[in-house]
């Protein structure tokens, strides 16, 4: 396996520069040594990157990534916990979206000039009122 500079790593991934450097400093990638004060990085380090930002995409946070993943890029042991949480938290997200799509998709297609006309409209908010609500009152159940 061969090393990669910094350049070459950003040219292999579109990260900047500083971003790698500062997943350095994070704790979510190390570099293999330093030649003439220039960074070198593993071959690996290009999957490892790639993972970062997988898991950034699915709304993991750099800190979260910090304890999903090592430095060198293996996951931690607890890494299907972490995952299963973050996976929950996007189908509820999904949901979520997919509510405001429905909403937005009656409101462009509802035959009433103005939505304050539309009884279908007014259903769709008492209901995500009654949503809203619920999820309040279960919050305040769960909390010690």
């Known amino acids: 396996m061969g090393e990669l500079s910094i350049s070459e790593l950003r040219a292999r991934t579109g990260l900047a520069s ?3 450097r500062f997943y350095e400093r994070k704790g979510l990638l190390r570099a293999t ?4 004060g220039k960074r070198f990085y593993d071959e690996s380090a290009v999957e490892q ?3 970062i930002d997988v898991l950034k995409l699915a709304g993991f946070t750099l800190s979260e990534i910090a304890e999903f993943i090592d430095a060198t ?3 931690t042991p607890d ?3 972490l995952a299963a949480a973050k996976l929950s938290e996007l189908d509820r997200r999904i949901q979520r979206i997919q509510q405001a799509q429905q909403a ?3 409101a462009l297609g509802c035959r009433h ?3 304050d006309d539309c009884p279908t409209h007014h259903r769709m908010l008492r209901a995500h009122a009654a949503a809203l609500a619920s999820a309040a009152l279960s919050e305040t159940r769960c909390k010690p």
């Open 79 to 81: 890494w299907r916990a």
């Open 104 to 106: 937005l998709r009656h």
């Open 18 to 20: 500083s971003a790698l």
């Open 49 to 51: 990157v790639a993972f």
């Open 33 to 36: 040594g330093r030649v003439g």
């Open 73 to 75: 890029g293996r996951t």
């Open 113 to 115: 000039e103005n939505l």
